[in-house]
């Protein structure tokens, strides 16, 4: 994109977005860690871990709205 820093030629956005990171990120590691449990399990895997994951995936596609 030629950009150095993120969302550079909208600083309003990167505003908005930054300010949301501290509400997403709490999410992406449990995510991580839902899914190394998931991995782990592999077939035998527990409804709850899919569920789980299922609900970060919703909590960080909201979280992040129209600029992720």
């Known amino acids: 994109t030629g950009q150095t820093e993120f969302l550079a030629d909208t ?3 990167q505003r908005s977005v930054r300010k949301r990171f501290p509400y997403i990120d709490p999410l992406n590691h449990l995510q991580v860690e839902l ?3 998931l991995r782990a399990a592999g077939p035998e895997a527990d409804e709850r871990l899919r569920r789980g994951i299922h609900l970060t995936i919703n909590g960080i596609a ?3 709205r129209n600029s992720g």
Request: charged share 10%; glycine share 12%.
């Open 35 to 37: 899914l190394q449990r």
């Open 62 to 64: 909201a979280g992040l």
């Open 11 to 13: 600083p309003l956005l």
